[in-house]
């Protein structure tokens, strides 16, 4: 314990013509000048072995009773006089009080101050305390309660009071307390979509997704290899295929499939025959178009390799072609192969071409599905990944963003995707904030620091930690952005389930930002779960992914209508 002298202060103030004492402190030697000028227009006299203040403070006065008072500091005002905005020992808040004047909170030291009891104008009010959380809402109009003295170290107070609220109080202490504007204005942040959940829409692509071969491979759940007879007709699209089963294993499996081949040539086929041929970990394509590959020279050794199978994990062997050399590969099943696992055939009509197409765009970030011509739909997915590589990479390729953008972890395991787009959701929140700082007459350089340095990555808070979160005033306050590539979670439902419930309660809102090529993949699953968690905790949580073309953020369930509209549109769907 401090063993400085305390002396006892007395606050006068004046109500009409009638000088009322508003508050005995006890303050040490050394606070008291500190207090005095704090109301600027105050005299000071001593009287034996006290300190009277005389305010120029002139208010009324009801009782307000709080039970089992929990240690704080408050002070408010009918008539806000012009104060000092010079705190103690804390920067300065500020109070939004009607006019919102800014003012600051003396130290009070630990004791409170008690007020005297003057006719009511309110009823009381019923003040319960719980587990430490923030204050609010909480409106006085123009009065200020009587506050009895309370034991020191008392858990904060959670209060609820009818009256419109005006403002927060963060968790109470001895010392002076944190005010801060309320968190309820939503301007600017991108909202869910208008009214509820469509059912028809979730409907409408889960039925498309099980009618369409390749886009059904997303129900995979297997952790074993899967052997795949594609058909081509029309149109090649086994560079699609590829990069659907590459998105597939790093689902299931959370890393590449390693040393991949896409054999044409069965020469080239023999010459790796049975050391590096099979499915386990990779994805192996058998092209057999053309004439450079021989089924019946190598019959024998792709039969062996197909029994091989049953002690590999997951992987791909994929038969690619079209023809009598595809029917060659089919008719193993027919004559007597049961020891080996089924296929899984897939041929692709013309509307089921188009339909990928469409999705093409969709999941590599051209959410204005343009469709702009690059050829066949092989030729458009390898420009398409091409383009949504160099676009992330240009977008978050700033100095400020990238200094901004802390990695997940010292060990270099966090995927390259995850890491740009953590930077590409801190550039684009930055810039949004940078927007609003504008106009409240801040030029663009001060705004755009002012923003960046409200953007936090890797941000600890409790036993989680969020991959952004912004923590200024305005729209944008108390949001966490968590980025889910999906990887390695298997069931991808329990792991977004777990990132909801983790941080429900804990940020004011959440946004989980997919990247495209998981988010279309898994689009009719990703929108059934929206559905559950709007139903459980309302519209506080949204799923997004990234419009690249606009350098921002999409709502998962606006691209999905973007998609059920544009098909529709083109006839390849039926409406």
């Not at 401090?2 to 007395?10: A, D, I, L």
């Not at 002070?75 to 804390?90: D, H, M, N, R």
């Amino acid at each position: 314990m401090s063993s400085q002298r305390y002396v006892q202060v007395e606050i006068r103030g004046k109500r009409g013509d009638e000088t009322i004492i508003l508050a005995w402190l006890k303050l040490r030697e050394g606070e008291v000048e500190r207090v005095v000028k704090f109301f600027k227009s105050a005299t000071v006299e001593r009287v034996g072995d006290r300190v009277v203040v005389n305010t120029a403070l002139n208010f009324d006065m009801p009782a307000v009773t709080f039970r089992s008072p929990q240690t704080y500091s408050l002070s408010l005002t009918s008539e806000v006089p012009q104060l000092g905005e010079k705190a103690l020992y804390l920067e300065p808040v500020v109070v939004k009080i009607h006019q919102r004047p800014r003012i600051t909170v003396p130290d009070l030291a630990t004791d409170l101050p008690q007020l005297p009891g003057v006719a009511p104008k309110l009823a009381f009010v019923d003040v319960v305390f719980k587990e430490a959380q923030r204050l609010g809402p909480l409106a006085l109009n123009d009065v200020v309660p009587e506050i009895k003295t309370a034991e020191p170290h008392l858990q904060p107070a959670t209060v609820s009071w009818a009256e419109k609220p005006s403002f927060f109080l963060s968790p109470l202490s001895s010392d002076v307390p944190q005010i801060s504007a309320p968190r309820v204005s939503t301007t600017g942040v991108p909202q869910a979509s208008g009214g509820d959940y469509d059912i028809e829409l979730f409907s409408f692509f889960e039925d498309l997704y099980a009618r369409n071969p390749v886009l059904r491979l997303s129900s995979i759940l297997a952790d074993r290899p899967l052997v795949i007879l594609a058909e081509r007709e029309s149109q090649d699209y086994i560079e699609f295929l590829k990069r659907v089963l590459r998105e597939i294993y790093l689902v299931r499996a959370g890393s590449l499939p390693t040393n991949s081949k896409h054999i044409s040539n069965s020469d080239d086929l023999e010459k790796i025959m049975p050391v590096d041929v099979s499915a386990g970990g990779r994805i192996f394509v058998f092209d057999l178009r053309g004439g450079r590959f021989r089924i019946e020279l190598i019959r024998d050794g792709i039969l062996d390799r197909l029994r091989e199978l049953y002690s590999q994990r997951l992987g791909f062997f994929v038969f690619y072609g079209s023809g009598e050399r595809l029917r060659e590969v089919k008719n193993f099943w027919k004559k007597g192969m049961s020891d080996t696992p089924r296929p899984i055939e897939i041929a692709l009509a013309r509307e089921d071409i188009q339909i990928l197409n469409v999705l093409a765009d969709a999941m590599w970030g051209m959410s204005s599905l343009s469709g702009k011509p690059y050829g066949d739909l092989d030729e458009r997915i390898v420009y398409l990944e091409d383009w949504f590589w160099k676009e992330l990479e240009r977008a978050t390729g700033v100095f400020d963003i990238l200094l901004r953008t802390k990695p997940s972890d010292d060990s270099g395991s966090e995927s390259k995707m995850h890491y740009l787009v953590k930077a590409f959701v801190v550039s684009y929140l930055a810039g949004k904030i940078s927007e609003e700082l504008k106009q409240t007459e801040h030029d663009d350089k001060t705004a755009w620091e002012r923003a960046l340095s409200c953007v936090d990555t890797e941000r600890g808070l409790g036993s989680i930690r969020v991959d952004v979160y912004v923590e200024c005033e305005g729209p944008y306050r108390d949001l966490a952005v968590e980025v889910e590539t999906l990887y390695g979670t298997g069931a991808v439902i329990h792991k977004l389930r777990e990132v909801v419930e983790s941080r429900y309660g804990r940020v004011n809102m959440l946004w989980i930002v997919i990247p495209n090529p998981q988010a279309v993949l898994y689009l009719p699953l990703l929108l059934k779960f929206r559905r559950w968690s709007i139903e459980r905790y309302g519209r506080w949580a949204e799923l997004f992914t990234l419009d690249l073309e606009g350098r921002g953020l999409i709502k998962l369930a606006d691209l999905a209508r973007r998609i059920h509209d544009r098909l529709i549109q083109d006839g390849s769907v039926m409406s």
